[in-house]
Structures are given as structure tokens and as C-alpha cells.
């Protein structure tokens, strides 16, 4: 496993590696906004295959994605959705991201069973501040964004602790220092005709609903 420690003045760097190593099949631990992440490339389903091996994760736990801009939806999310998303979930992408909002929409048909887990919907956000944010920018296609720890165990909130878990069983380890930890991304499902809270995380139930609230997670 490589190992890159990241700073200001090599983060570009590092972007591109990590971006190559993606295209290529391979596994990276990133940091996010709250913990570490695992990510693979959306659309390579041994590296998927691969990812729930190392995570030991259940086949029925679906795999959430981040993108870096609303137009990549086009890519994992159903075309017919896409043509008439609703103005209360229009208002939750424009107000929460980037930030730690996961999104669940009706999924793209095609879509890998390990990233839906046949639930017809796909988890996805951009994410707030951070490497995560850049590398999704930069790579400009969905990539995995599970949490960086063996199912059923705390999410990793530094790079040790990647390794504790993975040991060298990953392509790829950008240690950004410890991450913010404390809560993850709030789920929210917006496939149907009404929004629902599946997990409240850092964003607060209440103020999902404050529709002037400003994002405080937005760059």
C-alpha cells in the first residue's frame, strides 16, 4: 500500500494519483469532512466486489457514492427523476450541498447491485469542505464514499486507524490528519413523493426544513 501524507503544497499531486489509481481499479482511503472513506470507482464491479470483501460488508447494505457537481446525477440517478425532481429536494441540493447530506434517488438502471443493493435507489452527496470534495471535483465520476472501517466498527478518524483496519490491503492511504469525526452525513430518502429522514446526522432534522437556512458546510 502507498502511503501519502497530504499538505498544501502537494495536494495536486496527490489529486492526480489517487484519481489514477481509481481509474485503474483501485482502492483509496480518503478523508472527508467527518470521517475517513474508501472509495473505488462507481462503475468497476470487481473493485466493488473487492471493497465489500475488505469491509466484510452484508450484500444487503447498499454503497454510497459522492460526485462532485449536480450534472454528475446524470450518471448514477434515473433519467425520468432527473427530468422532474421535485422543488423540496431541488431546495435540499441547493441549500445543504456541498456538505454532509446524503441524498437517497431512484437509481440509474444498469447500476451495480453492490451499490444499490437492489433497492431501486442510490446514495449520493457532494460532499462539504474537503480532500473528498476536491477528488470528486477533479475525477469528475462518482466514487465510493463508505466509511473506512469493517462493517459493524467505529469509522475510522485518521489514517492510523485506517490501518488498524486494512493493514495493507488498500492501493492507496491519503492521510489528511485527523478528520472532524463526531457524526456522520444526515440520510434523507427523496426517491418518493415526500422527503423522509433516514438518519439524522451533522445536519439537524430541523433544519432540513428551515428553508432560508444558509449551508454552513458550502465552500
Request: net charge neutral.
Amino acid at each position: 500500500m502507498i502511503s501519502r501524507k497530504l499538505t498544501s503544497k502537494n495536494i495536486n499531486i496527490v489529486l492526480d494519483q489517487a484519481i489514477l489509481i481509481l481509474q485503474r481499479g483501485g482502492l483509496i482511503a480518503y478523508p472527508t469532512e467527518t470521517f475517513y472513506g474508501i472509495g473505488v470507482r462507481f462503475d468497476m464491479s470487481a473493485s466493488l466486489h473487492r471493497l465489500y470483501w475488505l469491509k466484510r460488508r452484508p450484500r444487503d447494505k447498499a454503497m454510497p457514492v459522492i460526485i462532485g457537481d449536480i450534472g454528475s446525477l446524470s450518471e448514477i440517478v434515473s433519467p425520468e427523476w432527473l427530468g422532474s425532481i421535485s422543488s423540496s429536494t431541488q431546495s435540499l441540493m441547493e441549500r445543504f450541498w456541498p456538505g454532509p447530506l446524503t441524498l437517497l434517488l431512484p437509481a440509474r438502471a444498469g447500476l451495480s447491485e453492490y451499490l444499490t443493493a437492489e433497492t431501486g435507489t442510490i446514495a449520493v452527496r457532494i460532499p462539504g469542505e474537503s480532500f473528498a470534495l476536491r477528488l470528486a471535483t477533479r475525477a469528475g465520476f462518482p466514487i465510493t464514499a463508505t466509511s473506512a472501517n469493517i462493517s459493524g466498527m467505529p469509522p475510522a478518524e485518521s489514517a492510523e486507524m485506517v490501518i488498524q483496519y486494512f493493514e495493507d490491503s488498500l492501493d492507496l492511504l491519503i492521510d489528511g490528519g485527523r478528520t472532524a469525526g463526531t457524526l456522520p452525513s444526515t440520510i434523507v430518502d427523496a426517491s418518493g413523493d415526500r422527503i423522509k429522514i433516514v438518519r439524522e446526522g451533522i445536519v439537524r432534522t430541523s433544519d432540513l426544513f428551515q428553508e432560508n437556512r444558509n449551508n454552513p458546510y458550502r465552500t
